[in-house]
């Protein structure tokens, strides 16, 4: 993920406001970042393996069946399985910058 900049974001939503758009899913994505990357931006961060992230994630009331799932999650992001580069965020400023 892309930390994007808040006027990338006002104008995707001011182009997503107007006609054209209705019943339509965008990924809105930038060059990804990396997990590390990414904990680095909001440090203090702790990065912690599975085993621990799943007691984690148990302790802080995540019902047992849930927690591997979310252990999945956070693992196919680290290994970048989510990894989305799609463009549509550029493009929907460019076009609002452009006044089509």
Do not use: C, W
């Amino acid at each position: 993920m892309e930390a994007a900049k808040r006027a990338n974001v006002v104008g995707g939503v001011a182009v997503l406001a107007g006609s054209g758009h209705e019943n339509t899913v965008y990924e809105l994505s930038g060059k990804p970042l990396t997990q590390e990357q990414f904990a680095a931006e909001l440090a203090p961060v702790q990065q912690v393996d599975n085993e621990t992230y799943a007691s984690i994630m148990a302790g802080a009331g995540v019902p047992e069946p849930v927690v591997p799932i979310v252990v999945a999650i956070q693992r196919a992001i680290r290994e970048g399985n989510l990894d989305i580069e799609s463009g549509v965020l550029r493009g929907m400023v460019s076009e609002l910058q452009s006044g089509k």
